[in-house]
């Protein structure tokens, strides 16, 4: 193991603090990590990349920004199944030239949300990232492991005909703000004015409360963007939706194509029946219904003002890079 | 998302097999999977890269020994905690130009041993590799989820002085093969014939049974090589160890060298108390007394006949690559 290696381990270790709590009573620093999971209750896990000029480019956003939204991707998954998070492990392999601030920004962003959330950084991976030096690019791979009541984590798969479609917050921020960059590559924008595409807060407290009062009958996170993931809804659901454009909440600035397709909201999109009462707000976030399940294929359809027309998934590539177009 | 990651995540659950078995009652297509741990039991976590030019070369590696040593990674450290291994998840991502024929490949040997330790690949990411064309790599991270009873997993930490030092199987098999992979880097290497390099077993069963027994104090698996893993159970349960070169089970044709700082043999090294009787052979693998357990600083010494040398971790970088050494 090379000692720059050693050292991010090192640095983990102190940054992410005391070792041993009750939940988990061995983190980092042994052949693997021991977690305990509350009687009665079932493991979630979840996984996801964030590679440099795929999910984020050094360029536009800064170290901290890509720590957090990194850790964001997990926790995200967890509030989509209604489930309690526990701990993170990041797998993380960096360019040998790649300055030690780099990975102290990205580890501030990375604990600073696991602290918030009360979670621990109990392992991972680290390694030199391949590729010749000119071109060898930050990947970095993170597992959130969290747990909710045996049988009752809310899946995508729930969603009944008749059933009403909700989201929650507002749609398009993200893509907003990323085509403020490709519109300006060379502008660095300011994070405080866009802290939904910078600091994406991952609906947790949401995804507990409609899961533990049983309002959602099927949850799913809008990571991909809400063309795409209500359509993942559909697929496992074995059903078909309706939504109106003009029920669509929009963020500021947002087109509606950005509310549609955009990524990287980290919203949540549910479904409950029609008949169940579903508040306006819940944790402090705004809940907006948009649409209704349908019987029949998993297909989207748009109402706009009189006119229908078949929403197809991934109408937007949210990250369209040299990397990725090409 | 690329169809092409779409097809790829189509035939890892085709390849995957049945879905909703007892022990993970969601896999593949949702938000998390689901796994259920049995009462009483803790939950171990591990994760592990799988990086093109760092762990393997496709020029040397079949894809079927790529996906196989990828997951041998994830269950070896189960098996260093004496646990039972549970479900998997892979984070892939992947050259646009790299054949299908590769990823079919490499699912088969990742699969394959899978099955034969009855574990469920329950999830993970695809992606499309960052990097310019002709510089894009294969890029992997299993995690490895699995169980132990409350407070019995092995940790590194419980080592005493006075302890016998073990090991199972033979050493220095993969560094071995490496070493003639190197010194002719054209030709490839018939994997039947370094079964050890290509196709290494993960030692389950031994840590299993020496966990159930009580016998093993400590242990850890050879991953980085004899040396340096022999420090990292020697800092965890702060005791220095002493080794007898002659007493280390060498593999066919593997020098003393090889046998001390080649890594990736995942055979385990484990300690038990002097007077504890230990098997010479478990679940048909041989197990070695090398050593025993001193007080002090953890430090590891050699005894070759009558000479007595500090063995320093890490004297071999046992895939030194142009990407590595650079």
Redesign the interface.
Known sequence: ??TSEKSIIRRIRQLSGKRGVASV??GI?????????P?GH????????S?????FRREWHPPESVGHRCLTRGL???A??G?QPL?A?L?L?LP?KLPPRWVDGFLRGLLGLAHQHGITL????T???????S?T?I?A?I?V??Y?P?GK?V???GAKAGDSIYVTGKLGASAFALESLFAQPKKRLNPEKYPAHFYPQPRLAVGKYLRERGIATS???LS?GLS?DLHHLCE?SRVGAEVAAEMIPRAHGATLEQALHGGEDYELLFTASANRKVPRSIAGVGVTRIGEIASGPARVSLLEGLRRRELPP?GWEHFKSP??S?
């Open positions: 193991m090379p009573p061995l620093g042994d052949d693997t990590a021991i977690l305990r999971v009687f079932e493991v979630l896990v979840t996984t996801d990349f590679l440099e000029g795929v999910h995200s998954d967890i989509a199944m489930g701990a492990f797998s392999a040998v109990a392992g991972g991976d390694a030199q990232s391949p590729g010749s030096n071109n690019k990947l791979d597992v492991v969290g909710a045996r984590a899946r995508r798969s949850m799913i996170d991909d795409t496992e991934g990397q990725r090409s």
